[in-house]
């Protein structure tokens, strides 16, 4: 669950990151001129959706290989034989084309689901979590990572994440420029006062454009956890997030491992505004008052 949007957002920086870098350079000699705000605004879309959309192209690559997933070809034993058998069922029920499906080595339950489309995704779920859960647990969690194929939650947050990526490109080089022109008193092109504060601005930004980012993620997994009870069955969804809050509640997972976490741990105060899931009394909550999002 978590770990989808973990790699998106990692992939994403990296991605936005080197274009950047490589229109910083490029720019004047395509003709874009430094002063133009149309061609600003230009170059932050550019940025911001085509790193959006190459991370999310690279999702399914970068979360086999950075979890080890081993995608099952061909069913060697009975877990995996009902594993493959319980995606295609829901697939069939949600609408679209079978997942790839997977397994990965790692104890904390976890699982999640990823790809550049709702027929050509990846569903994968740790080996904790198969050994911690009941059958009607997992049933319930591949449910909730199904809907998010069939919610093309992917695409919206690639969408939403290309958004913000654009105001961030953008907002960051006009203070940089009001930093270099008004504070500064430069008047021959961008000065190193110009650079550095659009590198410094593009972190503040950036990071008060994750906490838009996140609030839309915590109300997809909503949407995915009514998803998953229609699935597999709501009180089989209630008791995989009881499960989950269960296992995390004699050890919490470091803050260094939070982000691979399937339930994300308990952040109070402000670090709530951070958090891509909901407290899973919020989630547990909402399936039992029947309430969507």
């Known amino acids: 669950m978590m770990l989808r949007l973990f790699l998106f957002l990692v992939t994403n920086i990296a991605v936005m990151v080197v274009l950047t870098a490589a229109l910083m350079f490029l720019g004047p000699a395509l ?6 705000f149309s061609m600003l605004v230009l170059m932050g879309g550019v940025v911001g959706f085509a790193g959006a959309f190459i991370s999310l192209a690279m999702s399914k690559w970068i979360a086999k290989r950075s979890m080890g997933v081993q995608v099952i070809e061909q069913p060697s034993n009975d877990v995996e034989r009902w ?22 080595d790692n104890p904390t339950p976890n699982a999640f689901a990823t790809g550049m489309s709702r027929n050509a995704a990846l569903v994968a779920v740790s080996t904790g979590l198969l050994r911690s859960m009941s059958k009607e647990e997992v049933e319930a969690v591949l449910g ?9 939650d992917m695409i919206t947050m690639a969408l939403i994440q290309g958004v913000v990526n654009t105001f961030v490109f953008v907002l960051a ?3 940089g420029n009001i930093v270099d022109k008004v504070v500064l008193k430069n008047e021959r092109g961008h000065g190193i006062g110009y650079f550095v504060t659009v590198i410094l601005a593009e972190i503040v930004l950036g990071i008060l454009a994750s906490m838009i980012v996140m609030w839309f993620s915590r109300q997809r997994e909503f949407r ?4 998953g009870a229609q699935l597999a069955g709501r009180m089989k969804m209630i008791a995989a997030l009881e499960a989950l809050r269960r296992g995390h509640e004699p050890e919490p997972l470091p803050d260094q491992m939070a982000a691979f ?3 994300g741990g308990r952040p109070a105060g402000w670090k709530r505004l951070f958090m891509s899931h909901p407290p899973l009394e919020e989630r547990i909550e909402a399936l039992k008052s029947a309430r969507t999002v």
């Open 31 to 36: 003709g874009i001129a430094p002063g133009s």
């Open 83 to 104: 594993l493959v058998a319980t995606v295609q069922r829901q697939a069939q029920q949600a609408g679209i084309g079978m997942p790839e499906v997977g397994i990965f």
């Open 144 to 152: 909730h990572e199904v809907s998010h194929v069939a919610n093309g």
């Open 173 to 175: 080089r006009v203070v």
């Open 224 to 227: 995915a956890d009514a998803g």
């Open 261 to 263: 976490g399937i339930a």
